[in-house]
């Protein structure tokens, strides 16, 4: 990494700043703090990639505004079934009525990431995962959420896959930083072509 700045990263999401430290790539997060669903509405967008990529780069602007110069990193991710978009669960009885729908089923989860300066936009790209979950029965999924516990409310559909969430899954088709919410290799190829990572 050269002498400037470290990265900024536009979200407060453990898991994704947990793959930029792994990836042992400096930044600081900063929360975006804007309302997502009032943003989405407002845009009059359906498509999720397009819903996922274009909150990645409102809450990138949102915060390059206040951090004039700084290189900022925006991430979102939506999770789709057919049409219907979900959000995360507000409480243990939406958590159980998302996984009951996402049983037996493929849904796809759109991961966006957006790299800006000051107005300008750098860098985006948005990936798709599809997830195919085994068929729950309800006591399959009570249990689930006894051991789960509140962390079924920090993530869209009720599950985190890099922990108790991967139980619930009979196939993925997609990469591993996609499900997590930040397409990392495409990032980091843009990084090293930009020369913001030395690597």
Do not use: W
């Not at 925006?74 to 409480?91: M, Y």
């Not at 079924?152 to 997590?180: A, K, P």
């Amino acid at each position: 990494m050269s002498e400037r700045k470290p990265l900024i990263l536009a979200s407060q999401s453990n898991a994704r700043q947990a793959l930029l430290r792994s990836a042992q790539i400096p930044f600081e997060a900063i929360l975006a703090d804007i309302d997502e669903r009032a943003v989405q509405v407002k845009s009059g967008l359906c498509d999720p990639g397009a819903i996922a990529g274009h909150l990645a780069r409102e809450k990138a602007l949102h915060v390059a505004r206040k951090q004039p110069g700084r290189i900022v990193i925006g991430a979102d991710q939506t999770l789709a079934l057919g049409e219907r978009l979900f959000s995360k669960p507000i409480d243990r009885a939406v958590a159980q009525e998302q996984l009951a729908a996402l049983s037996g089923r493929t849904h796809h989860l759109n991961s966006a990431v957006i790299v800006v300066r000051d107005g300008d936009i750098l860098f985006s790209h948005v990936a798709v995962a599809d997830m195919t979950m085994r068929a729950l029965d309800s006591k399959t999924i009570s249990d689930y959420l006894d051991r789960a516990g509140d962390t079924v409310m920090q993530s869209v559909g009720g599950y985190q896959l890099e922990g108790l969430g991967v139980h619930l899954f009979e196939r993925i088709e997609g990469d591993y930083f996609t499900i997590l919410g930040l397409p990392l290799l495409p990032l980091l190829t843009f990084l090293r072509g930009a020369k913001l990572i030395a690597l």
